[in-house]
């Protein structure tokens, strides 16, 4: 059900947008996604340290600093 209030609420923004100003509507449309897949590959390193992390910590190899 929470999907398609989501689904719902970017069409009523989408359409909103484009009424408002058709460029800045498509450049919003258009530009999140991609916005977006970028950050999510600029972040695969960071991520893939904290799995590292996490895992060295849980195997008792890190040391623990009273954290």
Not at 7 to 14: P, R
């Amino acid at each position: 059900m929470s999907g398609m209030w989501a689904v719902a609420g970017i069409t009523v923004s989408a359409v909103a947008l484009l009424v408002m100003s058709v460029p800045l509507g498509l450049t919003v449309l258009l530009g999140t996604p991609v916005l977006l897949r970028l950050g999510n590959v600029l972040s695969k390193p960071l991520d893939r340290r904290g799995e590292a992390e996490h895992a060295a910590h849980a195997s008792g190899w890190w040391p623990d600093r009273g954290c």
